[in-house]
């Protein structure tokens, strides 16, 4: 789920057909040049794109400010905070923002870079590492999830941000787009997606399923992947897998139970699918259910978005992030997530208004992994 809830109108004429299942030959180890950590890996901090005023105005960026504060809030004892904001009077803003609520900004840094918008998890770098244990950051380009909203300063973040950290960048721009939303790992060689949202004509035309999995296992690090076909047209995505469905752990799939999955329009042969998936040693993942919302999620300002999910999660060093909607099921979510993570802080962010523009948490971070040095 992603974006301003008027743009959904549109997607029908908007979306063109993903391409056909086709059998392949999987990917070999030795196709592997870089290597993904999985997110519960050891981050060296977060990057979060602050709302701002510039492409949809005050009350947008008024409606979201508190969110962020509450993730910044919750994920400066964890690890370093890396802040986008669009220019100097919007870093000017958020810090009072942060200094207002207690906030500590020790861990905190800014970097100046216009955006589009606030989803860095779909635009934002992609931390790999190569061979030889250093990170890098992978640019896999943005095109505003098929060319459907704007993007061109969203696109850009990836370089710039190489640039400063002067890190190694490797563009994939002509390569394949590819959102990070779109995509899960399990940290041991497994990829889980959604066709509709990769194998699709508004993204990469006439790739073919076994050319993505080629370029995956070379950039990711993955050899065995779990294909659902997802739903083009559903929602501005084309059903991003991180919605509905993660990997907890590397042996656990987090995900909802067959109604509420069926309410979230996932098709029955990708339920039956996603339930049967198995790791890269053919064991079959456990399966956590959590439940959907017990009511229709309300905004602060009235607006009903029916009900919402909770897998849309965020994993730090010693946190997890949570959507929560002032519903009774909130903390049922927490207490079920909190027990997949028992040595890690579960918090609550309050994400009503977030969804009303398409996204949870997991879709407005992005981990970077820590370097371990290699030296003795």
């Keep these: 789920m992603r974006k301003m809830e008027s ?32 997110e519960s890996s050891p981050h060296e901090g977060t990057w979060l794109q602050w709302p701002h005023q510039y492409q949809y105005g005050k009350t947008y960026r008024n409606r979201l400010d508190q969110t962020w504060v509450a993730m910044t809030k919750a994920l400066v004892p964890s690890e370093r905070v890396h802040i986008i904001a669009y220019d100097q009077a919007e870093q000017e803003r958020i810090t009072a923002l942060l200094q207002q609520a207690a906030v500590p900004l020790q861990q905190i840094d800014f ?46 973040i990836p370089g710039k941000i190489a640039a400063d950290l002067h890190m190694k960048g490797i563009d994939l721009n002509g390569t ?15 990829l889980m997606a959604c066709k509709s949202s990769i194998l699709n004509s508004n993204r990469n035309p006439d790739m073919t399923q076994q050319q993505a999995e080629e370029i995956f296992s070379k950039y990711l690090g993955v050899t065995k992947f779990i294909w659902l076909e997802g739903k083009a047209g559903l929602d501005i995505t084309d059903m991003h897998i991180d919605g509905f469905a993660r990997f907890a752990n590397a042996s656990t799939i987090i995900t909802m139970n067959t109604n509420d999955l069926d309410y979230w329009q996932v098709p029955q042969d990708d339920v039956t699918r996603l339930y049967a998936a198995t ?40 946190t997890v992030l949570v959507p929560n909607y002032n519903d009774p099921n909130d903390a049922v979510a927490m207490n079920i997530i909190q027990q997949l993570y028992p040595n890690k802080k579960v918090v609550g962010i309050d994400c009503r208004n977030l969804f009303a523009n398409g996204g949870m948490i997991h879709c407005v971070t992005q981990q970077q992994p820590l370097q371990i040095s290699t030296t003795k």
């Design 7 to 38: 743009l959904l109108l549109l997607l029908p004429s908007l979306l063109l057909s993903c391409t056909k299942e086709v059998t392949t030959q999987p990917p070999t180890d030795t196709s592997i040049v870089y290597t993904m950590p999985d």
């Design 111 to 156: 970097k100046i870079y216009p955006t589009d918008d606030v989803w860095v998890r779909d635009n934002g770098p992609i931390f790999v590492k190569d061979k030889n244990g250093q990170i890098l950051i992978e640019d896999w380009g943005f095109n505003g999830w098929g060319k459907k909203a704007a993007y061109n300063n969203c696109n850009a």
């Design 176 to 190: 394949m787009i590819n959102e990070g939303g779109s995509v899960e790992i399990d940290g041991n060689g497994v």
């Design 279 to 318: 790791n890269k040693a053919s064991v079959p993942y456990k399966i956590v259910q959590v439940p959907l919302t017990q009511n229709d999620v309300i905004t602060t300002y009235g607006k009903n978005l029916g009900k919402a999910s909770y897998i849309n999660y965020y994993i730090a060093n010693t």
